[in-house]
Antibody, heavy 122, light 107 residues
């Protein structure tokens, strides 16, 4: 069955970098767009970044544009989020999520990982 | 960016109640809207897509309606497992946004 497993979270100092990974199982990885969504402690969901099924299209929330980079490695079915110049407001649980429809971009997110916590300390 | 506003922020209800949550978009999004359920410490669970289509495996007591800028999620008879926070999300543009959430708590 479909499974998304995030890793790479932890405690990092403000201004430093971190790379999150999301390993995907149980579906045709190269047919789906993928997203990163985050949730600050006690807050709501915030969309962070998107990569299309082929990696050609990438979009970012204004709050992370220029600092975060989304990428995918189709050879081992893994999604990444490179986070540079981290700030306190980036502290959150980061989820990867799969698009419901193939080759789309305009669709809901049907499967989510369990999340990985990133804590940015000063 | 399209803003999504949910109401109420918190809703107190009893088992068996009919519950309705409203989500408004700052501009028309046709029916490009989804609903998710989230319980504490867990990832969101996908419930409804395209405003009114129920995801496979989701109980039929959940339903969605609306188009344009106003949408609703209805739970016809609230069950103990339904106490959670619910989020709407638009996917009309390449800047996906969520509502701020509605917490359904036990009355």
């Amino acid at each position: 069955q479909v499974q998304l497993v995030e890793s790479g979270g932890g405690v990092v100092q403000s201004g430093r970098s971190l790379r999150l990974s999301c390993a995907a199982f149980g579906f045709s990885f190269t047919s789906y767009g993928l997203h990163w969504v985050r949730q600050a402690p006690g807050k709501g969901l915030e969309w962070v970044a998107f990569t299309s099924y082929d990696g050609d299209k990438k979009y970012y929330a204004d709050s992370v544009k220029g600092r975060f980079t989304i990428s995918r490695d189709d050879s081992d079915n893994t999604l990444y989020l490179r986070m540079n110049s981290l700030r306190g407001e980036d502290t959150a649980v980061y989820y990867c999520a799969k698009e419901r429809s193939t080759f789309s971009g305009w669709t809901a997110f049907d499967y989510w990982g369990q999340g990985t916590l990133v804590t940015v300390s000063s | 960016d399209i803003q999504m506003t949910q109401s109420p922020s918190t809703l107190s209800a009893s088992v068996g109640d009919r519950v309705t949550i409203t989500c408004r978009a700052s501009q028309s999004i046709s029916t490009w809207l989804a609903w998710y359920q989230q319980k504490p410490g867990k990832a969101p669970k996908f419930l409804i897509y395209d405003a009114s289509s129920l995801e496979s495996g989701v109980p039929s007591r959940f339903s969605g309606s609306g188009s344009g800028t106003e949408f609703t999620l209805t739970i016809s008879s609230l069950q103990p497992d339904d106490f959670a926070t619910y989020y709407c999300q638009q996917y009309n543009s390449y800047s996906w946004t969520f509502g701020q959430g509605t917490k359904v708590e036990i009355k």
